[in-house]
Nanobody
Framework: QVQLVESGGGLVQPGGSLRSSCAAS????????MAWFRQAPGKEREFVAA????????YYADAVKGRFTISRDNAKNTVYLQQNSLKPEDAAGYYC???????????????WGQGTQVTVSS
């Protein structure tokens, strides 16, 4: 069983930056692929970024490529999402997710956090 707790969301102006974190419980965090998804009001949940268990492989949605960076620290059981050059359309609830095996861009993840809200507005 893995429990995920996100933090770090907030209000930021367009063009600004945020770093969201996802802390995981459990001793086997290093064996899980991790991902970030987001969901805006009235829209479907969408993939944002994913990272392999070792951190060697990362994947991004086209909408965030070049602006967002996913990383992880297995010693701290934490995965991060650095969000730069934020746009109003990035505003959403951001959720981290975990699964054994390879990272996927679909939502076939076994564990989900409660989410952290990101608001982008001037």
């Amino acid at each position: 069983q893995v429990q995920l707790v996100e933090s770090g969301g907030g209000l930021v102006q367009p063009g600004g930056s945020l770093r969201s974190s996802c802390a995981a419980s459990g001793r086997t965090f290093g064996s899980y692929a991790m991902a970030w998804f987001r969901q805006a009001p009235g829209k479907e949940r969408e993939f944002v970024a994913a990272i392999s268990w070792s951190g060697a492989n990362t994947y991004y949605a086209d909408a965030v490529k070049g602006r967002f960076t996913i990383s992880r620290d297995n010693a701290k059981n934490t995965v991060y999402l650095q969000q730069n050059s934020l746009k109003p359309e990035d505003a959403a609830g951001y959720y981290c997710a975990a699964r054994r095996g390879v990272p996927l861009t679909g939502d076939q993840y076994d564990y989900w956090g409660q989410g952290t809200q990101v608001t982008v507005s001037s």
